[in-house]
């Protein structure tokens, strides 16, 4: 069973930074892409940026609101996905899932639970 | 940057057709998937590459893609069915979502 566990989330304050970890189980994990979705309270989803796997390069692509303050890393070792978040602002408050994605049929298949960061002073 | 605009709300009678649709530019010319997420859940896929259904889903999902829509058609809607649905496709290598529809089951 694809099980997908997120951790990290709490109270930040503008400014501040977090890491999110996202541990996974029942796949092979060092084949997966990856990816973090978030959702505001209350507002739709917004893809926030993907990892493939190393064997396909081990790139990263991000959305516009937060590429240069998110970083996506993988440890292969430990099946864990992580986001590291810097330069919070308070638009970046959500609920932030972590998702594997099919490559080869364009879809986000698996998701876990979620992890709430709030972003407030 | 890419968009897609789904409708806000959607109202359905049991039993009855709900449609929605989701717009962009050139979307036809992209894969487009579906998902639907009910209060305090995770989202679930029900569509993916425009046209399919994942094992598990019911039949009466269904998806098309042309043009600029995709839409995602429930036939026979159940009160299960009631729950946000949103679209997705991709802008080269960027994810993006559809604004969201919210399907209520009157």
């Known amino acids: 069973e694809v099980q997908l566990v997120e951790s990290g989330g709490g109270l930040v304050k503008p400014g501040g930074s977090l890491r999110l970890s996202c541990a996974a189980s029942?796949?092979?994990?060092?084949?997966?892409?990856m990816t973090w979705v978030r959702q505001a309270p209350g507002k739709g989803l917004e893809w926030v940026g993907r990892?493939?796997?190393?064997?396909?390069?081990?790139?990263?692509d991000y959305a516009a609101p937060v590429k240069g303050r998110f970083a996506i890393a993988r440890d292969d070792s430990r099946s864990t996905l992580y986001l590291q978040m810097i330069s919070l602002k308070i638009e970046d408050t959500a609920m932030y899932y972590c998702?594997?994605?099919?490559?080869?049929?364009?879809?986000?298949?698996?998701w876990g639970q979620g992890t709430l960061v709030t972003v407030s002073s | 940057s890419y968009e897609l605009t789904q409708p806000p709300s959607v109202s359905v009678s049991p039993g009855q057709t709900a449609s929605i649709t989701c717009s962009g530019d050139?979307?036809?010319?992209?894969?487009a998937s579906w998902y639907q997420q009910k209060p305090g859940q995770s989202p679930v896929l029900v569509i993916y590459?425009?046209?399919q259904r994942p094992s598990g889903i019911p039949e009466r999902f269904s998806g098309s893609n042309s043009g600029n829509t995709a839409t995602l058609t429930i036939s026979g809607t159940q009160a299960m069915d009631e729950a946000d649905y949103y679209c997705q496709a991709w802008d080269s290598s960027t994810g993006v979502f559809g604004t969201g529809t919210k399907v209520t089951v009157l």
């Open positions: 029942g796949f092979t994990f060092s084949n997966a892409w």
């Open positions: 590459q425009d046209n």
């Open positions: 998702v594997t994605y099919d490559k080869n049929r364009y879809y986000f298949d698996y």
């Open positions: 050139k979307l036809g010319d992209k894969y």
């Open positions: 990892i493939k796997s190393k064997i396909d390069g081990g790139t990263t």
